[in-house]
């Protein structure tokens, strides 16, 4: 019922920028909170950037300033524009839906994409 489809991951070098894309269907991001989480190998799953349902976005300190989330309502997409990207950005990202007041824990109940690949060269 429920689908998440991330694309936009790649091959990038250090300082260059992706942008990624999620499109939900069977569930509204607008009255959803939206947050785009990344796994490196061996690392645990974490936020990177997350939107709420009245447009207030958080980021992870080491992204602050570099990334941004948007989301767009008629297409039911949001977005993670990634500049001045580094090599530890490397990293599957993945999109989750969950209700608000859940939190932005990755362990707390949600829907998730497959993912997509980032990685970022020296």
């Known amino acids: 019922q429920v689908q998440l489809v991330e694309s936009g991951g790649g091959l990038v070098q250090g300082g260059g920028s992706l942008r990624l894309s999620c499109a939900a269907s069977g569930i509204r991001f607008s009255v959803n909170a939206v947050g785009w989480y990344r796994q490196a190998p061996g690392k645990q799953r974490e936020l990177v950037a997350g939107?709420?349902?009245?447009?207030?976005?958080k980021y992870a300190d080491s992204v602050k300033g570099r990334f941004t989330m948007s989301r767009v309502n008629a297409e039911n997409t949001v977005y993670l524009q990634m500049n001045s990207l580094k090599p530890e950005d490397t990293a599957v990202y993945y999109c989750n839906v969950r209700r608000m007041g859940t939190g932005w824990d990755a362990t707390q109940p949600g829907y998730w994409g497959q993912g997509t690949q980032v990685t970022v060269s020296s």
């Open positions: 939107i709420t349902s009245g447009g207030g976005t």
